[in-house]
């Protein structure tokens, strides 16, 4: 499996529906929620969530960077979104979390901080559709990659495939055409990328580009 997820933090808001329909190619969409007390920045709302899911079919990968999460489940879902990423860092129980947002009626995801360890977490992978590595300081777009958390993957990879899941691994933070193989030889298969998608000249040529750079990473050396 394979995603590549555009973040629309990075798209012009002034043409935010022109800029959406310039990566129908796209996998999924990505929207940033953020509150200005989880994160120090402030972002979408539910309004602006309902507005790009009604200028397209595409799947809504909903990343709350907020406090209690859970109270904003529901109203996310009506707005459209597809996919209720959370932070274990913003809930107490992760496990709780995720059931509410199956109750909503979307899909779970969790996702944990550059600083967070993935070992206290694995137990929980089995309950979510997606977890997100966060390869940069969450609450701002643009920022340097961090080639570090590479190892969250790798060890979440192995318990995914020990344990016989499908759980889809995500990466977030300085996702371009020079850092995604390296991700994707970890063991992502999602990745969000805004600035590299959305500051190119052709957003549809980046996204294929990225697409094949992760999936010849994927295949393995004897492939490229």
């Keep these: 499996m394979l995603y590549i997820a555009p973040s629309i933090l990075a798209a012009d808001y002034a043409a935010l ?30 309004d602006l969530t309902r507005a790009v899911d009604g200028v397209t079919e595409q799947f809504l ?11 904003w489940f529901d109203t996310y879902v009506a707005a459209g979104g597809d996919r209720l990423i959370f932070h274990v860092e913003a809930v107490r129980d992760v496990s709780a979390a995720a059931r509410s947002a199956h109750e909503a009626g979307a899909q779970a995801g969790f996702a944990v901080k ?17 977890v997100m590595i966060m390869s940069v300081e969450p ?8 080639p570090e958390v590479l190892a969250k993957a790798e060890a979440l990879r192995a318990h995914i495939a020990d344990a016989g899941l499908g759980t889809i691994i995500a990466i977030d933070g300085g996702i371009a055409a020079s850092t995604i193989a390296q991700a994707a ?40």
């Design 185 to 224: 030889a970890a063991g992502v298969e999602s990745f969000v990328a805004g600035s590299a998608v959305f500051g190119s000249d052709d957003p549809a040529a980046a996204v294929d580009k990225l697409r094949e750079l992760a999936r010849a990473a994927q295949a393995g050396p004897a492939a490229r």
């Design 139 to 146: 609450g701002f777009g643009g920022q340097k990659f961090m």
């Design 17 to 46: 529906g022109q800029d959406v329909r310039k990566v129908a190619n796209a996998d999924l969409l990505h929207v940033d929620i953020m509150d200005g007390h989880f994160v120090p920045n402030l972002s979408f709302g539910p």
């Design 114 to 130: 550059p600083g967070t360890p993935i070992e206290p977490y694995l137990e929980h992978v089995e309950l979510v559709e997606e």
């Design 61 to 71: 990968d909903m990343h709350l960077m907020i406090e209690q999460p859970e109270r």
